[in-house]
């Protein structure tokens, strides 16, 4: 019979059984169900609600649970229908009466939003771990590259000279900002919802606050109504996942083109690519496209839920079981995409020859031009158009602007002097970029060192994991 059927009169079909049950998805939370559950049976005897004697059987047959469980040797129910009620009924059957009074002041209510809050809070800490590896790999490749110059593109056409230290800080970037979002997404996942009850609480004298701090949560929800049917921590932390696929996508796309014919930039390493069926020549990109085509299943789950929440009543509807597998595939695709990212990024092998060889071609120095003729005092829409017009003649003479005589240049202006040779060279171009934010190489390497400060005051993960 199942725990809440007392006022039924028939059971439940075969078929609602295996649809309404969530224990194929929902056992990952066993250890947080029961970690929950011993701090609410200890509080329990503490506030004299059951006697200190039965709260202390409870805890042991508890932990003796979680050991058989993750020796394997527990088999779940799907009768049983959730890992909160499986728990439950396994306690039951070896203390009786006693395990029965567990449930006292408590609802799978509050007890789901409980389990699923501490949950969150673990993998979110998973992967942070990750990312700050990502971030600690992406300083070393970036370290050794501040003077490895290379296109910068807008619209995917070569715009101006940065350095691939440049570039790859750039994504640093993006990881600090998903680190930093995720940092104060747990804010608000570590609020205590256990003693909201299924929707007003409970009339036995419980101690929230003792709870709260015996399980390492910040705080306590401030309403019992919001602390059952409240998801939004599930969603922040899908939007969170999401900007974290969006940026890995964002470079997958990039090293899926730099390791084109076309562009040249990366050879990518055998163990993270695969060949054809058909043509015996083809290394492809593999890795690097999964991940980017994992992002779209990770926003389909962050939609899912936003849609699933939009219409609910408060307080608990059973919609919200639709939480979990979105939540849980989540977690699991951003961990599995970080990982063998790291992996993939630290096999890659750069071909800084193709990237020099690249930017000396597109003029990608012709805004350096424009900005020498603002410097010897010429507005710069006036020194714009003549640039462009230097280009054109370039272009249709299939030569670059360096390599125009001085006589050349003074036509376009008279304020062209022979020092221009030196002004549109690489390296020119590069370090005198060197405002803050900037690819010059002494600029670039100031971030990296402030990136790898940051790191190391604000993350555990070892530089050398």
């Known amino acids: 019979m199942k725990l809440w059927g007392g006022r039924f009169e028939k059971g439940t079909a075969v078929e609602v059984d295996d649809f309404h049950s969530s224990i194929h998805f929902d056992w990952r939370m066993y250890r947080q169900d029961i970690q929950g559950s011993i701090a609410h049976a200890r509080m329990l005897g503490q506030q004299g609600i059951i006697s200190k004697e039965e709260a202390e059987l409870i ?45 006292t002041g408590r609802s799978r209510n509050d007890q789901v939003a409980l389990d699923t809050r501490m949950y969150t809070m673990e993998e979110t800490d998973r992967i942070l771990q990750l990312l700050s590896t990502l971030q600690y790999r992406l300083l070393e490749i970036a370290q050794r590259n501040t003077e490895t110059c290379m296109p910068g593109y807008t619209h995917l056409q070569k715009a101006q000279p940065v350095t691939l230290a440049h570039h790859l800080m750039a994504y640093f970037e993006m990881f600090r900002r998903d680190m930093e979002r995720l940092e104060d997404c747990r804010k608000r996942v570590n609020i205590m919802p256990l003693g909201s009850g299924a929707l007003a609480g409970t009339t036995y004298p419980l101690d929230r606050r003792w709870v709260a701090k015996e399980l390492g949560f910040s705080d306590i929800t401030r309403n019992s109504l919001d602390g059952v049917s409240d998801r939004d921590f599930v969603i922040e932390t899908l939007g969170c996942c999401s900007l974290i696929m969006m940026h890995l996508s964002r470079f997958c796309e990039e090293l899926i083109l730099w390791s084109t014919d076309e562009f040249g930039f990366v050879i990518m390493d055998d163990s993270y690519s695969t060949g054809s069926s058909i043509m015996p020549q083809k290394k492809n990109p593999d890795v690097a496209e999964l991940i980017r085509g994992k992002t779209g299943r990770v926003y389909g789950n962050l939609m899912s839920l936003l849609t699933v929440m939009k219409g609910l009543p408060l307080a608990y509807n059973k919609d919200m079981q639709e939480d979990k597998e979105a939540l849980f595939d989540s977690l699991d695709t951003v961990k599995k995409c970080i990982h063998v990212f790291i992996g993939m990024l630290s096999a890659i092998k750069f071909n800084t020859d193709q990237m020099q060889r690249s930017v000396l071609s597109g003029f990608a120095n012709a805004t350096d031009a424009a900005d020498y003729l603002v ?45 221009v040779y030196e002004t549109l060279t690489l390296k020119a171009c590069v370090n005198e970029r060197k405002l803050p934010g900037g690819p010059a190489p002494e600029t670039v390497k100031q971030a990296i060192e402030e990136g790898r400060a940051w790191l190391k005051n604000n993350y555990y993960q070892a530089e050398n994991e």
């Open 59 to 103: 805890c042991t047959t508890l932990n003796q649970l979680l050991e058989e469980i993750e020796s394997g040797s527990v088999q779940f129910s799907t009768e049983a229908e959730d890992i909160h009620m499986n728990i439950e009924s396994l306690l039951i059957e070896r203390i009786g009466d006693v395990g029965k009074k567990l449930h």
């Open 375 to 419: 410097k010897k005092g010429l507005p710069f829409r006036s020194a714009h158009e003549i640039i462009g017009r230097m280009v054109l003649h370039c272009i249709q003479n299939s030569i670059g602007l360096v390599d125009l005589e001085l006589s050349r240049f003074k036509e376009f202006s008279p304020l062209f002097e022979e020092d």
